[in-house]
């Protein structure tokens, strides 16, 4: 009898502590999470006029996705320039550089969504 109390009691601790390890472990990701999204939305509140306001929530200071909007915006940039850069290339006529430059503006943000999955 006791052997069988002792082997329960060892199953009900092992469950009690995978418990505790997923709980510990999901309130270390939502404090994370909180820690980054009270970084972002932090400064937004701070602010006193609509631009600022705007600023802050579009750059907010220490923010940690810098980096990535960063090289996003680079990688659209370059692809433009290359756009241009190929358009003046091979194009002559100044009305067809400035229709493919117009249709970069138009394509460029959709092409951007669909190259770099900013959902």
Do not use: Y
Request: aromatic share 10%.
């Amino acid at each position: 009898m006791s052997k069988e109390r002792a082997r329960r009691r060892a199953e009900r601790e092992a469950a009690a502590a995978a418990e505790r390890h997923k709980r510990e472990r999901s309130r270390r990701r939502s404090e994370q999470r909180a820690a980054v999204t009270g970084t972002v939305a932090q400064p937004v509140s701070a602010a006193r006029t609509r631009l600022g306001r705007w600023w802050r929530r579009r750059f907010p200071p220490n923010d940690p996705l810098a980096g990535r909007r960063r090289r996003r915006f680079l990688v659209v940039l370059t692809l433009f320039l290359a756009i241009q850069a190929v358009a003046w290339f091979f194009i002559p006529s100044w009305w067809g550089r400035l229709g493919v430059l117009l249709v970069t503006f138009i394509v460029l943000p959709a092409a951007s969504v669909l190259l770099l999955d900013r959902r």
